[in-house]
């Protein structure tokens, strides 16, 4: 189904837009989003410790994390992983390269 992914002060979420029924939900233990984007079946979380995941799409289980990418101001997705915006302007790239891992580009 068509879904949107919003991330809240202590949640992230996935919903229908065909209905408006939650699709998944988390909370965080570990900081909140910092910013978020969606990509082909995947919704990209940034949180505000410096850790970047990738989440599935349908169910909301990370597929791959990258930590150390501090000061995060903006995220977009595209077919292969997320391109990082930073607060010295700078921009990364992260693609899954093996299960669990990403790198940077």
Do not use: K
């Not at 505000?48 to 995060?72: N, P």
């Not at 997320?82 to 390269?97: P, Y």
Request: no cysteine.
């Amino acid at each position: 189904p068509a879904r949107v992914t919003v991330a809240s002060s202590d949640a992230i979420a996935a919903y229908d837009l065909t209905n408006g029924r939650p699709l998944w939900s988390q909370t965080p233990a570990d900081g909140r989003a910092a910013a978020v984007a969606a990509g082909p079946g995947t919704a990209y979380v940034a949180r505000q410790e410096g850790l970047v995941q990738a989440l599935d799409g349908e169910s909301g289980r990370e597929r791959w994390r990258a930590a150390d990418i501090d000061h995060v101001t903006a995220l977009a997705a595209d077919d292969e992983g997320v391109f990082v915006g930073r607060a010295d302007g700078s921009i990364v790239r992260l693609v899954q390269r093996t299960v669990g891992q990403a790198d940077v580009q």
